[in-house]
């Protein structure tokens, strides 16, 4: 079992045929062992016969005794690539600490730009945590909106207008204090759309935490507490009460970052994906603590600083691929995609 990979070079050594990529993927796919994605039965047996397609098996349900893949009903459904390519793409993206674009993947792996940019959202699809899947957040929950995107065109004389005054997409972030965060892409920053989904999100006994805008006012006073600080009074702490919200505002500039750096002219039909890819990072992390002496007049003081790295990229891959099955997309003939 390949319980590291250290780089795409790495993935051909230890994987030499396609057949030690799609011993990996099973492992992935079917942590507790192989099951039909079409019935969801444990019985099954593998089709060796000379017509048989590599890594094919049958369902042995007498209902169901439909043939299957690993990547049956997956994003990587009927696909004709090199699977150790999808291997590679998955670790392309986990790996690249403010995302990839479609043309530097086509580079690395050597496949056309529209293949890139197919594999680069079927596993955006894969980071999607719709379902749930993670927990609420809790304890000190910061939660914050902004408006995403580059700045207008120059254009001489004119002023642009900043943050509510335009019409950039709005998203929604909260971040909790243990490294967890929520992003989503709201139609507006008004207090009716945001409650619900802060509902959604937050556990009841969390302690909000915002800045002064009028719209947390209401749905503020479901949690245990509710504070802020007024940035446009230039307060960005109120020590006495932890209040702060530094770290939704670093969870935003990681959106900044991604969509004007790496994904820039991004249509609003995929944010949210985006959104999700850079979430699905700021999520798997994990910290590490430092503990060092430090001297000073008044003798040596410990002194502890934490560092949040990413948690080790195979462990990433098992997390996102044991949810695949049910993930299946499709494409269009525009070359476009369609989740059925
Ligand atoms: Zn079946």
């Avoid at 994987?15 to 099954?44: D, K, Q």
């Amino acid at each position: 079992m390949i319980t590291e990979l250290k780089s795409v070079r790495d993935i051909w050594k230890k994987m030499p045929s396609e057949h030690h990529g799609r011993v990996f993927l099973e492992e992935m796919i079917w942590p507790t062992g192989r099951y039909c994605p079409h019935c969801g039965s444990v019985r099954s047996v593998a089709l060796r016969c000379q017509s048989a397609r590599a890594g094919l098996y049958q369902c042995s349900e007498h209902e169901c005794r439909r043939q299957f893949t690993v990547t049956t009903r997956t994003p990587m459904h009927s696909t004709k690539l090199d699977l150790r390519l999808w291997i590679a793409a998955i670790f392309l993206v986990l790996t690249s600490s403010k995302g990839i674009s479609s043309v530097v993947m086509s580079r690395i792996l050597g496949v056309n730009q529209k293949t890139a940019w197919k594999l680069g959202h079927a596993i955006r699809e894969l980071m999607d945590d719709r379902e749930g899947i993670a927990s609420q957040l809790g304890g000190i929950v910061e939660v914050d909106e902004s408006f995403v995107g580059g700045a207008p065109k120059f254009k001489k004389g004119v002023k642009n207008k900043r943050g509510r005054g335009t019409k950039k997409p709005i998203v929604l972030v909260a971040a909790d204090r243990n490294g967890q965060a929520k992003a989503t892409l709201v139609p507006n920053a008004q207090g009716a759309t945001l409650g619900p989904i802060m509902k959604e999100w937050m556990e009841p006994q969390s302690i909000l935490m915002t800045d002064g805008n009028r719209a947390y006012r209401k749905i503020g006073k479901t949690f245990a507490a509710h504070h802020t600080v007024n940035h446009g009074a230039r307060q960005y702490s109120r020590p006495s009460l932890g209040a702060h919200i530094n770290t939704v505002e670093a969870v935003n500039s990681q959106v900044q970052r991604a969509l004007v750096g790496v994904y820039h002219r991004l249509g609003r039909k995929h944010l949210q994906r985006y959104l999700d890819e850079i979430l699905w990072r700021w999520n798997h992390r994990q910290p590490a603590v430092k503990v060092r002496q430090k001297l000073t007049k008044s003798g040596a003081k410990t002194v502890t600083t934490t560092t949040w790295k990413p948690i080790p990229v195979v462990e990433q891959m098992r997390g996102l691929l044991c949810c695949a099955i049910g993930r299946q997309m499709r494409r269009t003939l525009e070359w476009g995609l369609t989740w059925p």
